[in-house]
């Protein structure tokens, strides 16, 4: 794109949309709209519980995941691994992402943790609640909630979430296995075992128990069990932890006369209230292309014919492995930690700080999403992906395009741009019409602009918006109500666009100190770069 018509037709149109209030609703309403009508509304008819017919259980069993597209055999099936090796970085040819910093992976994969909950050992079954509820931080039930809650009634201690503080005064979960102990504080039985960590003995522990890679001393006891998957997803999970506990104490000292109970749920509603909106209005104004900044407003919904109870799709479960944004190494204040130590382990975070952290993975470039670009510790996960989409018999790639209202590839050139990728895909494929779904979604080349291929980001916006702002506390009955969230958290919502807002209110920093920079966008990135 010409620098002539970025700097004086694109960036300018963009700024005057965003400068004028009712233009700039209006056109972030239209876009959200358009976003979420380019295919069919849920109820979905297909889920994962039947393959080839349509069925009750298949209409109301939500352990379950939905599917957009009935079940299909795909014509050919390659081996996986052959597969796999479209994902497959070559060594020191590590493509960078001029746009996003890696604060955007460490956001993105706290937020799916949330709601993407495949079984490892069922991948047709779920244990998502489908919505977007900050379950990693509170729990996925009522018992588990119960478990990370403080439970207190006296001054100072009401609605609060289990914490500790370190000797530098930094606020952190309690950790699940206290003083590195080999087993689990019983307080935290009902939580679930983490992910990616090989099940505790039941009763003495073996020699060989826990392996050399996991910091059991480090381990928080948190509601989500793959938030200590890596240090940047403990990081998140810490800011909206110290976020509650400090909301807590603003409401009980406005509202002395509140039980635990009350603190708790209208703390627990406040936050889960901006943690989506800093969905909408930092994480998808990032992915988008577009020169305007989309605006959370709730009303959007209120009369969409979109605005439908969420259900998780199995193809939205398996478009969300952005592995290929993961670098080979994590830029840590300490030092770089290779990409495949940086998991099971928070001494990075617990020895830096939280702003440390935050600023660590806003000051390191992503890796640029799409094919032949996944490191090395990642590429097992890529084959479990085109094994988890055969195995719920997703259909072809170009089918999925057509659902979507998007032209189906007719060459592989329509898919890539890259010899080398062409060359494989015709290889393992023979016609455009034979690719699968998972590795035609990232072999395509990204769109000008955004962080995403054409079709993996129509996909991620239908289901973004329609199940971000779907949630029931953005109902016109419930919105509206100050007993919701008080005023202070009508407010609060309102003056909340970015992860670093909440980061100012959660760390100390001395008189005149600058707020680091806390962002998935880089520093100098303007729209036409590209």
């Given at each position: ?77 390659p081996d996986v691994h052959a597969v796999s090796a ?144 890596t240090p940047f997803t403990a990081m998140m999970n ?293």
């Amino acid at each position: 794109m010409s620098n002539w018509f970025k700097d004086i037709v694109l960036n300018p149109v963009g700024d005057l949309i965003d400068g004028f209030g009712w233009l700039h609703g209006k056109a972030s309403a239209l876009a959200i709209n358009a976003a979420c009508g380019t295919t069919r509304n849920r109820p979905h008819p297909w889920s994962t519980v039947q393959d080839d017919y349509i069925s009750w259980d298949g209409l109301t069993d939500r352990t379950y995941l939905a599917r957009h597209l009935p079940a299909a055999d795909t014509p050919i099936q390659p081996d996986v691994h052959a597969v796999s090796a479209l994902f497959a970085r070559p060594a020191g040819k590590q493509r960078l992402s001029t746009k996003s910093t890696c604060l955007l992976p460490a956001f993105a994969q706290y937020l799916t943790d949330g709601f993407i909950r495949t079984i490892p050992y069922n991948l047709r079954k779920t244990t998502t609640n489908h919505d977007i509820d900050l379950c990693q931080l509170y729990g996925r039930t009522r018992k588990q909630t119960l478990a990370l809650r403080l439970k207190a009634e006296d001054p100072g201690r009401r609605g609060r979430l289990k914490s500790e503080l370190d000797e530098k005064g930094e606020e952190y979960p309690l950790r699940l296995y206290p003083n590195g102990a080999r087993t689990a504080d019983p307080q935290f039985e009902d939580l679930d075992t983490p992910l990616f960590m090989p099940r505790q003995p039941e009763r003495t522990p073996t020699e060989d128990w826990p392996p050399p890679h996991v910091k059991l001393g480090t381990i928080f006891a948190v509601g989500g069990d793959r938030v200590n998957s890596t240090p940047f997803t403990a990081m998140m999970n810490t800011l909206f932890l110290r976020e509650h506990n400090r909301l807590a104490g603003v409401l009980e000292r406005e509202n002395p006369g509140w039980d635990d109970e009350r603190v708790f749920q209208i703390a627990r509603n406040i936050n889960i209230a901006q943690f989506i909106k800093i969905v909408v209005e930092q994480y998808i104004n990032h992915i988008t292309p577009l020169p305007f900044s989309l605006t959370f407003d709730p009303e959007v919904v209120w009369t969409a014919n979109w605005n439908r109870p969420n259900w998780i799709t199995v193809e939205f479960s398996l478009l969300y492995r952005w592995h290929s944004l993961m670098p080979d190494a994590i830029r840590w204040p300490t030092g770089d930690v290779p990409l495949g130590q940086f998991g099971l382990d928070n001494t990075p975070l617990l020895g830096v700080g939280l702003e440390a952290a935050f600023a660590a993975a806003a000051a390191q470039p992503a890796g640029e999403l799409g094919a032949l670009n996944t490191a090395e510790p990642l590429m097992q996960v890529e084959w479990l992906a085109v094994d988890q989409a055969r195995k719920n018999r997703l259909d072809t790639y170009n089918n999925y395009r057509r659902a979507f209202g998007l032209d189906p590839a007719e060459r592989f050139e329509d898919i890539s741009g890259s010899p080398a990728v062409q060359g494989m895909l015709e290889r393992l494929y023979q016609h455009p019409e034979n690719v699968e779904f998972y590795p035609g979604l990232f072999c395509e080349d990204r769109v000008t602009d955004a962080v995403l291929p054409q079709l993996l980001m129509t996909m991620v916006a239908v289901d973004a918006f329609s199940q971000a702002l779907t949630n029931p506390l953005f109902s016109e009955h419930v919105w509206k109500e100050d007993t919701t969230f008080t005023k202070y958290g009508r407010d609060l919502v309102r003056e909340t666009h970015k992860l670093g807002d909440i980061l100012a209110r959660n760390v100390e920093r001395q008189a005149g100190q600058p707020a680091a920079f806390i962002e998935m966008t880089q520093k100098n990135w303007r729209y036409g770069d590209g």
